[in-house]
């Protein structure tokens, strides 16, 4: 009963330190992308210091699931150390609880973290982002590209006031600027006589090949077809176009703005559709991975925090914490970068690092506790 009292007290001196760091860094995190969106948006468009707030508010999910490490490796430093400096450790260890006891209710802290993030955090910020790319092009007066992966195809759609595009194509290549079995729907924004007529379909094109180029598509092989069925065929055609060559792959290549609980049938369909789904799938599983990863760092910070004030070189300790916990971090993006070249298998790059890292300050507190 004494271990478990002691258990669930120092739990909670490690939740409230979170949470106070958590406040500290968030609002910081806030004031600074609060002052980027007026210096990236406010200079091109008409932007008030409300819709500022609200916007990096959007962002502020995100923002806080890419910081959460760092941030329970800091309040582990901190809770151990204010612990130690009061000498309550000295009195937990003369109790006769052992420090395997007492580092129990940070890790126990760290994966509901987590978990929280993964189930809860992520899918909302993934949410909140792509509102906040809705909202950032609506004051910007841009027109969005969207693009989805399905069964059946890849589908997107662009256009401006005067002029909409519907595009279908069977599969992409793997640079992302080639469409296969293309077909496009025009049709009219803003004509009266074809809302009159109640034709708002301007033409229909049936390509087998159509290549995004600087300010153009590429299409080959192509029936353009009108509305009273009259066909005209090409060998090559010409369409111009607001989109870059990356802006295709830049349409999908945003794990981030996928919820956790999409992620498995967004993979499979876009596996389906003929593209590689690597950098979800190391989403995916860097997911499922923040319970270990965030036990990682946080008990990377409580071995730092443990040292008795007495004797010293308590900064020392933390920044060896800290570098310990920037390496761990460095060496998951390394890992992650030889996923998306072939190198790695996916699931051995997102499990390797925080794996390592947790059993790295398992095997070091078995040292200095045990010998």
Known sequence: MLASRLERYIFRRNLRMFLLVMLVITSIIWLVDTIEQIRTIGTRAELSLAEAIYLSALKLPMLIEQ???????????????????QAELIVIRASGLSAWRFLSPICILAGLVGLITMMVISPLGANLAKQFENERAQLLNQEKTNISATDAGLWMSEGDAHLQRIIHAKSMDATGNQLRDVKIFEERRGDAKSVSTGSMIKRRLNAEQATLEKGSWKLETVREIYPDQSTITYSQMSLQTELRP??????????????????????RRFQ?????????QLRWYGLITLPVLFAAMALIGALAGLRLARLGNIAVQAGFAL????????????????????????WLAAWIPPLLGALSCLLLLAYREDG
């Open 272 to 280: 389906l559709s003929g593209l590689d789904a690597t950098p979800y």
């Open 323 to 346: 570098s310990a916990g920037l390496i761990l971090f460095v060496s998951l993006e390394i890992t992650k970068s030889l996923a998306l070249n072939g190198l790695v298998a996916v």
């Open 246 to 267: 990356d802006d295709l792959m830049d349409g999908f290549l945003k794990p981030r703005t996928v919820t956790f609980w999409s992620l498995p049938d967004f993979i």
């Open 67 to 85: 910081i959460l490490p760092f941030t329970l490796l800091i309040a582990a430093i901190l809770a151990y150390r204010q612990m130690s400096l």
